[in-house]
């Protein structure tokens, strides 16, 4: 039997995170019981960042956490890939028979808000001011991918919020830093960030690249194949994203990149305690059209 060729590295958000053993197993449950391809579960792997960040404490996932996840699943079950939200005239068309589900998602939005960003700028903030604990919350992507190149294996990468900007800015070191020389030849077969800032003012001017923002392609990390961007709508975090124009776009006309799609105003079914959380990454997990783009690349293996 031909063995799996790709490994699929999760790297998470910011905020309270259960512990990865616990969080792990539900990151990769979501994302694969829409797929039918059989990917073996050593083949999945996180990057775990969370206790990097100090007096960091794992979230409960007991009470309603538990109902959440069960419902979550059931939901997918029953409505397959039916529940893709295209461009345009397609997300009007979704929500004419959703209209106080509407109502319930663009409210729980405003009440998410504060705290979401309150969590962005905790973790932003040691991100950001200590250098050592972003090289220690890099460093835990960075094993796992060295590891899978070491025993040749395809990269696929699936990050969240927080986990995309600490993604990109290892691409970028990996790119072009001296002491990462020797990776220079490898490549990331595909990026997939789910409500990810990276469009954001204040993320750019604070990503490793920022001084080369003037400097054509050296702004840009030159080790991605493939780069595939989901939003939801309601998502405060993803907000008119511009990351196909700030990034994709670019990246690709530079020729960087090979592929790109950027979906937007998705539908992201998760509800906890009766509110939307348009921003929880499994309801990213979970959207169809992320599904058949992993699928696609996990063809070629």
Known sequence: MKKFGTEIIFIHGLGQK???????????????????????????????????IPNHIPENIRTSTDKAVQDLLEYVAVNKDNFHVGAGDKVDEFFAHKGKELINILNSAIVLKE???NSVSEDAKYYVLDSHIAEQMRGCLLSKIVSAWQRKKKVVIVAHSMGSVIAYDLFWELSYRAEYAKYSGNKIEAFFTMGSPLDNKEVQVNLLSSSYRKRGDLFYPKNLLNWYNFSCLGDVVTHNSQIEEILLKPMKNLGILQDFRDYKNLYNPYVCSGYHNPHKSYGYLVQPKLTKCLNKILLRN
């Open 115 to 117: 705290n979401i960003i």
């Open 18 to 52: 259960l512990p990865e053993e616990i969080l792990l197993p539900i990151w990769r449950k979501f994302l694969l019981c829409g797929s039918e391809m059989n990917i073996p579960d050593e083949a999945v792997q996180m990057a775990y960042w969370a206790d990097c």
